[in-house]
């Protein structure tokens, strides 16, 4: 259904906008059927605006279906946000992980709008921390003439093309879907849904968090609930306080074995003389606002690989939602003793 909907506007928009002033059945696949189809398909939450444009008063040189996560935009004006961009020529269409152009227009001189827009292109590319299969980083071809035909093709954090002659199955189209809202939700984390401040984004923060996480001692907590943490000085002003302290705690509770499989090795920290692992909150610290007490508690915080740590973020959504029940499913009486409850689908919602 997905595929043949995505061959549908190849197929029949460059004719049907030709018709000046006429909206055809393609106008409302892609305003309608496609967002719908794809919300559905990837069973994305009511946390994302899935729309699609193909003109107002005139049809667009380049339509587009875009899944905008609210708490960074609602639309593809500001913000970043995943869109599939169909080639003006109609030879295939795009999915990508996209600056919005607008915000730049208005904000700078024609001259340097489009290099403050790729500088912060690159700059949320940066974010990433694992290569994504398939995708490509950079700039695109649309083939546009407009103004803003060219800020999409420039806007690029990173996508993947499809060529009208070999679009693949509903699943590889889903799973490839899934793959970025991964990388859109890790971008955010570090990021944030300030785009004119990225640049001023440190990099290198999760890796010295990680670091500093196996050099600390461990904590010695209380029983039961705990108060929340302070917010950290940001930009954002969503950051939560990670104690890295408690986070050392859950690697040696966990015998600094990877939870998800305890065979993965890494390699001997030099800090702990221990297998190196990375700790990980189970309920993300930007939910901390939706609860009376602390989730950066050892019972929060998993110790896995690098890499199974990277699974959690951007694995195919099936195989993420086996990984979170296991954990909850072994953490939610932890969790409650410490005054946090969350059922699995909340769980859930917060990563897919």
């Known amino acids: 259904m997905l595929r043949e909907l995505f061959e549908r506007v190849l197929n029949e928009y460059q004719d049907a906008s030709m018709q000046s002033g006429k909206k055809s059945e393609v106008f409302f696949v892609i305003t309608k059927q ?112 407009t103004s803003r035909a060219k800020g999409y093709e420039q806007g690029q954090i990173c996508s993947k093309y499809y060529d009208a002659s070999s679009i693949p199955n509903d699943i590889a189209l889903i799973e490839d879907l899934q793959i970025l809202i991964g990388a859109y939700s890790e971008i955010k984390g570090v990021a944030g849904n300030d785009i004119f401040n990225v640049k001023k984004i440190d990099l290198d923060k999760e890796e010295r968090f990680q670091d500093e996480v196996n050099d600390a001692e461990p904590s010695h907590l209380p029983d039961g609930p705990l108060p929340i943490p302070k917010r950290g000085k940001s930009s954002r002003g969503t950051s939560w306080n990670r104690d890295r302290t408690i986070a050392h705690t859950a690697l040696i509770n966990a015998e600094y074995k990877c939870e998800c499989e305890p065979a993965h090795h890494t390699f001997i920290s030099g800090k702990t003389g221990k297998m190196f692992m990375e700790a990980h909150h189970l309920i993300p610290m930007e939910y901390q606002y939706q609860f009376s007490y602390s989730i950066d508690i050892p019972s929060n915080i998993l110790c896995l690989c690098p890499n199974c740590h990277r699974k959690m973020h951007l694995a195919e959504s099936v195989v993420r939602t086996e990984m979170f029940n296991q954990f909850y499913e072994k953490r939610i009486e932890n969790l409650r003793s410490r005054g946090i409850e969350i059922s699995f689908e909340e769980l859930l919602s917060q990563y897919l």
């Open 34 to 145: 496609l967002p719908e189809t794809i919300k559905k398909s990837a069973t994305i939450s009511d946390k994302y605006n899935v729309y699609g444009r193909a003109g107002a008063g005139g049809w667009s040189e380049v339509p587009f279906v875009a899944v905008c996560d609210l708490a960074i935009t609602d639309n593809t004006r500001n913000g970043y946000y995943i869109v599939y961009l169909f080639d003006s020529k109609a030879q295939g269409f795009y999915l990508s992980l996209a600056v919005g152009w607008d915000q730049f227009d208005k904000k700078y001189p024609a001259k340097i709008a489009r290099q403050h827009l790729q500088q912060t292109a690159a700059t949320l590319e940066a974010c990433l921390r694992s290569d994504l299969p398939g995708f490509q980083f950079g700039s695109i071809d649309l083939h546009g003439r």
